[in-house]
């Protein structure tokens, strides 16, 4: 049979399909009842057709995704044997924080596997000379390193360089030559601390250029470290449109080399209370980082927000995604995205919005600049009161918390981990952006009562 199923249709053009809904309506708005509005000013509409999607972008081809786990190195011996078993568990690539450089990279690595495991090496500390000690060791022992070093990332959540802008973009400029990729942009923060997509976008893109414009002849990948949160096909079309973003801006400077995008999901939206709920939030946010084109994806434990890692929450989280890849089959396509129309309007719209408000804040000084007058921070602010003001109305659901609460949950005794936004008194040359939970509030006023019963 060679007739193809649709053939005996006619075609139906999207003014036809918008006559029928509006005789459907009854004498309704069109407008007003189907049409809805973004946090971002975005218009969605009802349906979208091919003949009013004109796609302007050639979406690069992205090549599956890594399932990454998170490990913090405290003591060396116990860090390398974790990755071991985490890797013989599913994971295909670790991501080690490391605190200072008085860590043995022979001890660390050790014994652990080096054919298609991508390594990233995420430090808290500047210093030209231990990177290039990575570099040589992974060129000698044919290791894939990842270094993620964000110095305008340190500045945003801590309010400080980690010398300063002088002598942190010396270091970086150091090291500019390596072709191990060194560079970072954490741009999670902005998502965490409430900024709504089209601020992302614009801010991750005013990020790299930060680097762009003070560092000399990058000759390495960047890798940007996401944030989705929970708007399915929103955040899809984020990192499609970030790496968009991305290498028009990087064709600018002549940098050719594609980005590197890893994420993890939001913590903005993972509750205290009821928090197995966290696992189907988690999912849905994973799906849609592998949808839009994530290189790598480090799921949040359900209970991340209170315990301590533990063997039990990694191995759910990274089940979660294994479960993704091999029984879902997501990894089997590449840019599954690509020609659905709604995701590429989306892309479209975020793309042309981020590139507007980047423009304006180049025009204004700068990322760093517009740090240091406060101005980043306050439209953050002002972004996630909005968000709060409709969680706190009931107008954002978040369920098992400000919706169907379960009153008999009881989590006083369960905390490991101090769950809300930590006051720590300090002098900083700006104002920090601190992570918020949407949840905080309710949930501290829920412990109160606790105590009190």
């Known amino acids: 049979m060679t007739k193809k199923l649709f053939s005996s249709f006619d075609p139906i053009s999207s003014k036809q399909w918008k006559q029928q809904i ?47 786990q998170n490990i913090y ?9 974790r990755a071991l ?58 290791y894939k390193i990842i270094i993620l070093q964000d110095a305008v990332g340190q500045l945003a959540k801590e309010g400080n360089w980690f010398s300063s802008l002088e002598k942190d973009f010396n270091e970086l400029n150091l090291i500019s030559y390596l072709k191990i990729p060194f560079l970072s942009c954490k741009t999670d923060l902005y998502q965490n601390a409430g900024a709504n997509i089209v601020q992302q976008l ?6 790299v250029n930060e680097y762009f414009n003070r560092i000399e002849n990058i000759s390495s990948p960047i890798t940007f470290e996401v944030s989705v949160g929970t708007n399915y096909f929103f955040e899809m079309a984020k990192l499609r449109a970030l790496r968009l973003l991305f290498n028009s801006l990087a064709k600018e400077y002549n940098h050719t080399l594609n980005c590197q995008i890893v994420v993890t999901p939001t913590k903005r939206n993972k509750t205290l209370y009821d928090y197995n709920v966290n696992m189907l939030r988690t999912t849905t946010e994973c799906m849609s980082a592998i949808l839009g084109g994530a290189d790598g994806i480090s799921n949040l434990a359900y209970d991340a927000i209170y315990h301590k890692d533990n063997e039990f929450g990694d191995r759910i989280a990274r089940n979660q995604l294994l479960v993704l890849k091999h029984e879902s089959y997501f990894n089997q396509v590449n840019n599954p ?25 180049e025009t204004n000084g700068g990322l760093i600049t517009q740090f ?63 992570e918020r939970r949407l949840a905080e509030k309710l949930e501290q006023e829920r412990l109160k009562n606790e105590q009190n019963v």
């Open 22 to 68: 509006q005789y459907e309506l009854k004498g309704a708005d069109y407008n007003e009842t189907l049409v809805w509005e973004s946090p971002e000013g975005i218009k969605v509409k009802p349906f979208y057709h091919g003949d009013e999607v004109q796609a302007k972008y050639e979406y690069p081809t992205t090549q599956g995704f890594k399932i990454i």
């Open 73 to 81: 190195v405290y003591d060396v011996k116990k860090s390398n044997e």
């Open 85 to 142: 078993d985490s890797l013989k568990r599913g994971a295909e690539s670790i991501r080690f924080t490391i605190e200072n450089d008085a860590v043995s990279l022979d001890e660390l690595m050790g014994n652990l596997p080096k054919e298609n495991i991508t390594y990233y090496f995420n430090l808290l500390f500047l210093s030209a000379e231990f990177i290039k000690k990575i570099d040589a060791f992974a060129n000698q022992n044919q």
């Open 202 to 207: 614009a801010y991750s893109l005013a990020h």
């Open 337 to 361: 995205a690509d020609g659905a129309y709604y995701i590429e309007t989306l892309t479209e719209q975020l793309a042309e919005k981020a590139l507007e408000l980047f423009k304006d804040i």
């Open 372 to 434: 240091i007058e406060g101005t980043i921070q306050r439209k953050i602010n002002e972004s996630a009161q909005k968000e709060q003001d409709l969680f706190d109305s009931g107008k954002e659901v978040l369920l098992g918390t400000n919706k169907y609460p379960n009153k008999n949950d009881r989590m006083a005794n369960e905390l490991e981990l101090f769950p809300f936004v930590k006051n720590n008194p300090r002098k900083t040359l700006v104002t920090p952006i601190f």
